[in-house]
């Protein structure tokens, strides 16, 4: 198929900076209407930065104010073998706080 510019259906691109940021539950949808506008939908693949060491996001590990978590049960000590429950930061018990199921983690 031969490129035309005269094709009948009008893509809609957007610019990178353009682009919009929103958070859907599973699954995705393809596509996305706002006013007249297609927006399509893409994981967002830049990581939120978050703090290895206090497990909260917005800061990396070396601009770290705060205590030390547990990644597996939240406590205030080293995970290093850590045997206790999972027990999340922001949700409580059930996942661990860098569990993928958590919704804080999104
Ligand atoms: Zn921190
Ligand atoms: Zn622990
Ligand atoms: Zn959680």
Redesign the pocket.
Known sequence: MPYTSQTKTRHIQTAPNQAIHLKFREPLPERVTIGNLVYHVRPNTLPVMRCTRCLLFGHGNIFCNGCAHCRKCSGFHDNDGCIREDH?????P????T?K?????L
């Open positions: 999340c930061l922001f949700c409580g059930g996942h661990c706080p569990s199921q958590c919704p804080a983690c």
